[in-house]
Every structure is written in C-alpha cells, then in structure tokens.
C-alpha cells in the first residue's frame, strides 16, 4: 500500500469532496492539519522552509504581520542563499529596532523597492498584512510596478495591486477582503502561487513593457516554469501521476529537468523530461464534475453536454466506454450511487480530450479497542460477517500511523468511513452519528428517525430492513454525503430475554412474571402473559406451574405484557461449566466455550455481545477484544452458559452466569478497573431499593479520579480489578496480588525500598517496568491523593522514611498507569525514641497533662505521667483496648505517654528493666497507632528501660536498646 502518512494525509474531508486527496511520502505533518485549508500550499512552503509554524503546528488560522510577510518575501526571492546579517546594523524606520528580528528583512526588502512603511517614517511590523499589501508585495518581488502604474493614493494603488495579482493567478480560488489581516492559511496560497504560477519580469522603460525574454523585449512576457522562483530558487518540480484509485494527480518535490526541452508549449513541465528525488506531496487533481449520488449516462450527458460528451474518449474506471451508449440508459455507472464519490477528469492534450471517470465507495466499520499509543497502531473491524458493506473481503484490520495521521483520534466503538482499494485501506474519517427513534422507512430507500427522511447509501444492506422495529430508537451511522449506510442494532434486531427466574400470579390469564435479563445488561421483573386465543407462546410445560424454564426467548410486546416465542433449537445451544481448567472465555479468542465436554464450543466475533451475570451484578462486552478472560473460580462452580447463534454459526449474545464467589472474570478487557485511596471515607446511605447499606469511597477509576459507591464497606486502599455492579453499586471486585497477570500487577516496597528512574524506566530492587508515553502516576498515603511522576518517586524513595505497595496498569509491557500506596516512617529503628510533636498529641478527654516532651539521645523525659481514668479513653482508645496493668497484673494507676518509632513491619516488642535478669515485660509496654504507654512507674522515678523486637514474623528477637526514662513529678500548669 503506498504511504499516506506524510503531508497532512486523508485529514479533510472537504478536500475529499474535491478529490484533493493527499498521498504524501515524505513531509511532516502538523498537529492541526484538519484546520488546513490550503494544505498543498501548506506543506511545500513547510518543506521549503519559507513557512514552518512552530515545529509541530502550521497555526492557519494565525493572522501574519507586516513584519513576517517582509521575511517571506525575501526568502522566495534568495532561496537558502538567504543572508540579511549585512542589513541588520542600521535601520530605516523608527518602529524597527535595530536589534529586532524583522529588521534586516525590512531593511532588504525596503533596499529592494517592496516596501516602503507607511510614508510617516513607520512600517508597522507588528500590524496585520491585509490582502491588497500582500498582493503589493509580491507582485513587486516580481518585478512589478517599476513604471509609473502606482499613483501614491493607497485606495487607486491598493485596487491596482489586486488587479495584477488576479491577472497573475496569485489568488486562485482564493475570494477574500481587500483590507482583511491575512491568514497564514491565506498567505500559504498566495505565496505558494506566487512562486509556482507567475515569473518574475523586467522592465524596459524606454518602450515601458515588462518582458522575460532579454532578446526580445517587445515578446512581453511568457510564462516558462523554468523561469519561476520556485525552479531557480529552490529546484521544485512536480510530475503528473494516478494514486491508487488511478485518479490524476500531481507530485511536488525537490528535483531536475532534462535541459529546455522539459517543457510544453504552455510552459508548463513535461513529465517524461522531470525527476523527483526527494518527494513532499501528491495531490489528486481537482475533479472536472463530481457526483455523490446515482449517475447515470443520461444525467452525465446532460450535466457534461450530449454533443461535447460524444466528442470524448472515455473511461470507466480504467476501462474504455463509448459515451454513445449511454445517452439514454438510465443504470448507474459503474459503482456509482448515493453515498459513492463519482468523478469526472477531463484533459486534452495533442487536440484530443481523455475523459476518465472514477467511481469511489465509501465502506462503514468499528473501532475494535483504543489507539495503541506504544505500537501506534488502531484496529477496526467490520460490522457484517459476510463484507458486504463493509470492509471488503476483510473482517479486521490494523491500521499504523506510518499511513495515518489521524488514528490517535479515534475511541474504541466509533464508526468509521473507509474507502479501500485492493483490499487495503486508503482513508478514515469518523461518521456521523444520529441517534433517536424509528418512525417509518421505505424497504430499500430510506428511513425517518425523529421526523428526518434519510436516504440510503447504494451499500445499505436492504435485506435487513424489516429488523427495524418502528418507535425504537436507534443508532443511524450517516456517510460523509448525509446517507445512511448503517444502523445499530438492525442486524439480529430480534428482541431477546434471558429468563432467570419465574413464578405464577395467579389468576385466569395464568400470567407469570419472570426476573429478565436484556441483551443490553438489563435486569428486570417483568409480566409474560397468554395470547388473545389463550395458546401460550412458548411450548414449556412448566407454564401451568406458574414457572417458565431458563434461558433464552424471543418476545414482542402486547397491552404492556411481554408475550415470548422459542428461539430455533438450531439457533441456540447451552450447558454448564464446573472446571476450574475450562476456559470460557478467553480475551481476543474467536472460541466460547459452553460444557466440560471437550469440543462443546461455538466461534464469537466482534460482533458478539456478552452479558456475564456474577451474582445479581450484570456487565456486557461488545466483541473477542472487549471479553475478559472468563473461568470458573472454583470446581464444581455450576456456571450456565447460554449462546445464541446467528444464520453463519457466529454467538451473537453469549450469557454467562454464576455466583460472584465462583465466576472469575480477568484481564485487561475485565471492564472497569479501580483504586481505593482511601478506606476510611466511607459515608452510609440508603440502596436504591430502600433497605440496604451503600458506601462511598474515594477513588481513581480507569484512570480518573471519582467516588464510588458500593455494597461492601470493607475495601482497602489498592488497586481492584473484575468489577461487578449491582445497579449503579459496585458489588464485587478483585484486588490485584502479585505480578501474575499480564495487565494488572502488584508489588510490596519495603522500608528504604532502593526505586529510581531513569530514562523512561522505573526500578525497584530487582523489578522495573517501562512507563509508556503520557503514564499517570498516582501516590496516596491512604488519605490524600495526589499526582506524581516516575521521576517524582524516585525523589520520594530515596529516603528510607517510606514503605509501600506499587500496583502497574500495564499495556504492551508497559505501564500507562501506576498507583503508589505511601506510609510514612520513623527514620530510627523500631522501638521507643521518636517522640511525636506535641502539637500533634490529642489530650485524653477529661484529664490535665502537660504536652511539654522531649528527646535527647536515649532519654525521653515525659514531664508529667498520664493519669488513667476511670472511664474515658487515653488518646482515643478505651482504658481495655490499651491493655493498662501493671507487671504484676493489678490495674495500672499511671502511664507514660512515649512516641513509638514503629514501622508496620516491626510485629512484636517487649521491655523489662535494664540490666536485670527478671522476665520480660516487667513494665508492660502497650503499642497502638504510633505510640506507646509504658505503664508501672511513678512520679519522680528514673528507670533504664531495655527493649527488643521482631520484624516481619521473625521468631528471633533483635538485639535490645537501653532506654533511660525519667518522670518528671511537676504537674502541668
């Protein structure tokens, strides 16, 4: 397939409609090239270096100053031989400072006779240029105006300018203000045909002719391409060629010509006698007449002139036609039709007329998954099994940015407009889509959603239009000519229902109501009910007992009941999963299995919708790239797997069903995605059926920052993966473990953990992980949330104040996402030493104590002992949470108030006194939230405390610190 990425490729659609379509192989694209429109103009001065924009955007909108349109001026007229240092030292207006940027250019451009500054000793370079002084300009720049045409009046002057620039083709379909500021857009095409379609002249002032021709004055002036700024100054040349439609078109690039004999009798270049060695741009060539709907011979005679038709030599799509047959045939021509780009080509050369005409369809498919940032690449697939309006012969398809500029602005689910050619796709564009409800339609030529008739496109499959079912909305996907060519939900639009449950009401009608579940996710209590005639709909013996057996069925509406039909045993099938080693689903694979038994199975596609119900919690994935990987969690799981089929052997609805406890769903395609910040702001409120507990909880989902709400309250800070909802409540999750998963992994950080970053890698003792372009990082410390980078953690871990958990969201084996749970951490070791600031320590409610402690080596003096009370709480704990007695068991009368220097992995302490060889625990020491009540001592009494620990479960002990305590017995004022 050749290479459309370069040159603003396939990025307006009007300039599709024309034909314009850019087959560019070397040039580099902007950012905002769908802005463009004078995207030939555009792309060759960027290459040429005359305009360039700010390296990633051509900015079209952009007004040019006076000051800009001087440097433009000078560089067309000296190329790359561009020098204005010897101009730069002086200046010649007062508004042009001698060290500004534009002054040399002015300077040479005023030495040149272009410009002369408004005549009061000012040139304005900060104004807007307006377009009758561009024109001025560049007219002089080619030697224009050296007689007496300018009279010194700007309204005669500024309309003679205009004059000779129209009559030069400086404009070409250009239609803009004489005294309107200048786009860079505009002056892109003003100055590309400046250097492209006129030549610069001479002046003879004795016979007062302008000339290109130094022998003969009096030939006036000729038009040769050799003679152009853009040949001597540049060495652009173009040359004539077909794309891959076979449409005409014309490459730009740098290049040569073989001698004089390179061009035509018009001036223009031969192709044969031009090489291009280094290509910028190729641009079909503007269309004669172009169509968007049926054509006919008789209406292209009649649009092209029946005589002026007949003298033509034809050509269909490459194949010759004789215009004579077909003045009168009503057919389409070709592939011609609404919605089918048509155009007409017309040239003559040598005195005989080539007409070719070139029909172009346009082809509707979906965006399977999001941009691949990391492979930049987007796929999509068709919307019908069989191509037929879709991508031909092709079901999927990778697209890669090396051929599209575009592919980042696409989202998974978006249609699309293609047009292919030899099975490859040449562009996408995004369609139009109009959503709202079906009012009528005519079988094979339109449909009228929300009061708006809508035509079919000639690619319309007709065959599914009695799937539209009228007063239902739909998804209407229009073609770039306002045709539809596809609405959602027409193929397979039979309406289903799983049954879940049933039970009789009673009653003459013997109705039954039944808990349904809709393709959509939908779960609902709903009434089924006989016909008028009192026959069931549905051939299930069970129906006299109030019940109606599981599983799925088609239904119609009738008086606000739901009457139900069996589904074709052919077009269904069904069974259950109990093993562990049985993969249901597998994501991105065609294969659903359905049964233990080996070979049970049906293929899926991207079409196939999928409704896993895990206890009453419902969640759908549209296609095999989109499904999780589905399995039973547990042996003897009792998982229902219910399919039905489609006219192919396709699922085209697949429902999963079984307890939360034992239906495991993983993987990146799992649906959502979240992390808990926080697991202590939960607030309580009502369930949506009035009677259950729901809680809030901070959080960031798939990668944005929200709140929850949820039927657990015991979810902790992390990252959660297998989302199941009960309504709008999350109603299960899977917190991420370990690195076992290809998309989702977890690791610990241990104190002082040894992480860095460096050139895109990120690095934590033996493990590392790449983070992908655009990664967000994420840190709390199980309150807060805030935004990192991997550079901004590697500043944060290189202290040993900081343990953790680190959870990787990962694509392509790498991360777009990384989540970092922080606790702040003592620096010395376990044990008492650290004592909290005192503005930080609560008073124990109802007591007075003094808040005045400090820390001096290994002496921690507390001034004034706590007082334990009776009832109440120290530092809120209750007295039997803390554990406050005494080493020989009786009720502890006073304490002290220690911070404690424990990290989280720090498991055990005890403490006996220094030196003696009693038991452990002669001073029993309490530990709770950081700090420590050593309890046993009195006012006034000094004591040397020893203390050990354990770390991480260890059974052995750490060698102890003497600790020297003394109570100071002032009370507090």
Request: contains cysteine; negative net charge; charged residues 25%.
């Amino acid at each position: 397939m050749r290479n459309l990425k370069r040159a603003l490729s396939l990025t307006l659609a009007s300039v599709m409609l024309l034909g314009m379509m850019i087959v560019g192989t070397s040039a580099v694209s902007f950012n905002d090239a769908d802005e463009i429109s004078n995207v030939t103009a555009a792309t060759v001065l960027q290459e040429l270096e005359i305009m360039v924009g700010d390296g990633e955007n051509f900015m079209p909108d952009q007004i040019v100053t006076r000051g800009q349109m001087a440097i433009i001026v000078c560089k067309i007229l000296y190329g790359d031989r561009l020098n204005v240092s010897q101009f730069a030292d002086s200046t010649q207006y007062t508004d042009v400072p001698a060290n500004s940027y534009f002054n040399g250019y002015v300077n040479l451009a005023t030495s040149l006779g272009i410009i002369s500054g408004y005549g009061n000793g000012q040139f304005g370079p900060g104004d807007p240029v307006t377009t009758a002084q561009a024109a001025l300009m560049l007219t002089k720049a080619l030697g224009y105006f050296q007689g007496k045409e300018l009279t010194g009046d700007w309204a005669t002057d500024s309309m003679t300018a205009i004059t000779q620039a129209t009559k030069l083709g400086l404009f070409g379909k250009l239609n803009l203000d004489n005294n309107d500021g200048l786009s860079r857009d505009n002056v892109a095409e003003l100055t590309f045909n400046t250097i492209t379609k006129a030549v610069p002249v001479m002046y003879n002032s004795i016979w007062g002719v302008y000339y290109t021709d130094s022998d003969n004055v009096l030939g006036g002036t000729k038009f040769n391409y050799l003679d152009t700024l853009a040949f001597t100054k540049f060495d652009l040349v173009y040359k004539q060629g077909d794309d891959n439609f076979g449409r005409p078109t014309t490459k730009w690039g740098i290049g040569s010509v073989s001698g004089n004999s390179a061009i035509d009798a018009s001036g223009h270049l031969l192709d044969s006698q031009v090489t291009i060695k280094d290509t910028f741009t190729e641009v079909a060539d503007e269309a004669t007449y172009t169509f968007t709907s049926k054509v006919t011979a008789k209406k292209l005679a009649d649009t092209v002139g029946r005589s002026t038709a007949r003298g033509y030599d034809w050509t269909v799509n490459g194949t010759d036609a004789d215009i004579v047959d077909w003045t009168e045939d009503d057919n389409a021509i070709g592939e011609s039709g609404n919605g089918v780009l048509t155009q007409v080509f017309v040239k003559t050369e040598d005195g005989e007329t080539q007409a070719r005409l070139f029909t172009i369809p346009y082809y509707v498919a979906k965006v399977d998954g999001s941009y691949n940032t990391s492979k930049k690449e987007l796929r999509i697939a068709s919307l019908v099994d069989d191509g037929a309006v879709d991508l031909p012969a092709k079901t999927e398809t990778t697209l890669s940015t090396d051929d599209f500029d575009n592919l980042a602005s696409f989202e998974d689910g978006d249609y699309v407009l293609v047009t292919v050619y030899n099975k490859e796709v040449q562009s996408i564009e995004k369609a139009d889509v109009i959503t709202g409800d079906v009012e009528g339609f005519v079988s094979k030529k339109n449909v009228t959603v929300d009061g708006e008739e809508y035509k079919y496109t000639k690619g319309y499959r007709a065959d599914v239009d009695g799937g539209y079912k009228l007063d239902t909305e739909y998804n209407v996907v229009l073609d770039k000519f306002g045709y539809v060519i596809f609405a959602d939900g027409v193929e397979g639009s039979d309406d289903y229902i799983y049954v879940n449950k049933s039970g009789s009401l009673g009653g003459a009608s013997k109705s039954v109501e039944v808990e349904g579940v809709f393709p959509d996710g939908r779960k609902e209590t709903v009434t089924l009910h006989n016909d008028t005639k009192g026959n069931l709909s549905i051939n299930d013996t069970n129906w006299a007992n109030g019940t109606v057996t599981e599983g799925w069925y088609k239904y119609d509406m009738k008086g606000g009941k739901y009457l139900l039909s069996n589904i074709d045993v052919g077009d269904k099938v069904s069974g259950t999963v109990s093993n562990v080693a049985t993969q249901i689903t597998e994501n991105g694979k065609s294969t659903v299995r359905y049964s233990d038994t080996a070979g049970q199975s049906v293929p899926a596609n991207s079409g196939t919708t999928f409704i896993v119900m895990k206890g009453s919690a419902v969640t759908t994935y549209d296609g095999v790239r989109n499904v999780p990987d589905i399995k039973a969690k547990e042996a003897d799981a009792g998982i229902t797997v219910a399919v039905i089929k489609n006219d192919k052997g396709y699922a085209d609805y697949v429902l999963i069903k079984g307890d939360k406890d034992k239906l495991s769903s993983s993987g990146s395609a799992a649906g959502e995605y979240i992390f808990i910040v926080d697991a202590d702001r939960v607030r309580n409120r009502k369930h949506s059926n009035g009677e259950d507990t729901v809680y809030e909880y901070e959080a960031v989902v798939n990668g944005e920052e929200k709140s929850i709400l949820s039927t657990s309250n015991s979810w902790e800070v992390g990252l959660y993966t297998d989302v199941a909802y009960d309504g709008s409540y999350v109603d299960d999750m899977t917190k991420v473990r370990g690195a076992g998963d290809d998309d989702f992994q977890a690791f610990n950080l241990g104190q002082g953990a040894n992480l860095s970053f460096d050139k895109a890698v990120l690095s934590w003792g033996t493990d590392s992980i790449t983070l992908a372009e655009g990664c967000k990082v994420w840190t709390t410390d199980g309150d807060n949330l805030d935004t990192s980078s991997g550079t901004g953690l590697a500043s944060d871990y290189k202290t040993d104040k900081l343990k953790g958990e680190i959870y990787l969201v990962i694509s392509n084996n790498q991360a777009t996402e990384v989540y970092v749970y922080t606790e702040t951490v003592p620096v010395d070791l376990p044990g008492i030493g650290v004592v909290p600031d005192p503005e930080t320590i609560p008073t124990p409610s109802g007591e007075n104590w003094s808040q005045e402690v400090s820390f001096d080596g290994t002496d921690v003096k507390v001034k004034t002992p706590i007082t334990i009370p009776e009832s109440g709480n120290v530092l809120g704990m209750s007295k039997e949470q803390w554990g406050l007695k005494n080493a020989d068991g009786t009720d502890a009368e006073k304490a002290v108030l220690l911070g404690l220097n424990n990290p989280g992995n720090c498991t055990s302490v005890r403490s006996r006194y220094a030196g003696k060889s009693a038991g452990w625990n002669e001073y029993t020491l309490t530990v709770n939230d950081g700090y420590a009540l050593l309890v046993g001592v009195t006012p006034g009494q000094t004591v040397e405390v020893e203390v050990q620990w354990k770390v991480d479960g260890s059974s052995t002990w750490s060698d102890s610190i003497v600790y020297t305590i003394t109570c100071d017995p002032s009370p507090a004022a």
